[in-house]
């Protein structure tokens, strides 16, 4: 399975700009790069995807690097009610989606 | 539109006790996921639908747990016996059809077994 490393935790500041990093050294071409997020006692819920061009939609953006080894989602302006964990996820076409423990992140007012 | 419904919201059973949970996608989707999401973790795939026929059952614990979606629509996961290691929050999701598509979570149910 193709894998991502994302940090445990992150800290932001509210109303700053928040840039979530993923790595994932060992994409193949037909992997997408998805994004999802998990409000606490929530189910996750998708933020957006690209597969080589990075993608703006009114959650976030998504930078991927050139050569597609690693992502970066982009909140633009925190607010409290961004806290949650962020998962970077690589899907096949066969729509197979491998969580890992995601990034933790908290906004601080 | 609505969302992915599931009941109940919460459950606690003794060990080597039956459970079953229920979900219901969002009208119109083909596919429908049954991850388990132990706490601390990120959710795993346990099943997958297209319509009623079953796409991927390999981490599924075949032993105990069963799944079934018999008019491709309302889908049903069972647990029988339960032990002490499944208790997490057992979570349905549904999308459009197979492919990269959005997947919608319901609010999942919160399984505790003792």
């Known amino acids: 399975d193709a894998k991502t490393t994302q940090p445990n935790s992150m800290e932001s500041n509210e109303e700053e700009p928040v840039h979530l990093p993923c790595n994932h050294s060992t994409i193949s071409g037909t992997d997408y790069i998805h994004w999802y997020r998990q409000l606490p006692s929530q189910g996750p819920e998708y933020v957006i995807h690209g597969l080589t061009s990075n993608v703006n939609n009114r959650m976030a953006s998504l930078a991927i690097a050139e050569d597609r080894k690693s992502s970066t989602l982009i909140l633009h302006r925190a607010t409290l009610r961004d806290a949650a964990v962020y998962y970077c996820i690589l899907r096949l076409n066969n729509n197979d989606m491998r969580f890992g423990a995601g990034t933790r992140l908290t906004v601080k007012p | ?114």
């Open chain 2, 1 to 114: 539109e609505a969302g992915v419904a599931q009941s109940p919201r919460y459950k606690i059973i003794e060990k080597r006790q039956s459970v079953a949970f229920w979900c219901n996608p969002i009208s119109g989707h083909a596919t429908l996921y049954w991850y388990q999401q132990i706490l601390g973790q990120g959710p795993k795939l346990l099943i997958q639908f297209q319509n009623n026929g079953v796409v991927d059952d390999s981490q599924l614990p075949k032993d105990r747990f069963s799944a079934e979606r018999l008019k491709g629509v309302d889908s049903t996961l069972k647990i029988q016996p339960a032990k002490l290691e499944d208790s997490a929050v057992y979570l349905c999701a549904s999308s459009l059809s197979e492919g990269p598509y959005e997947q919608y979570f319901g609010p999942g149910t919160r399984l505790t077994v003792t």
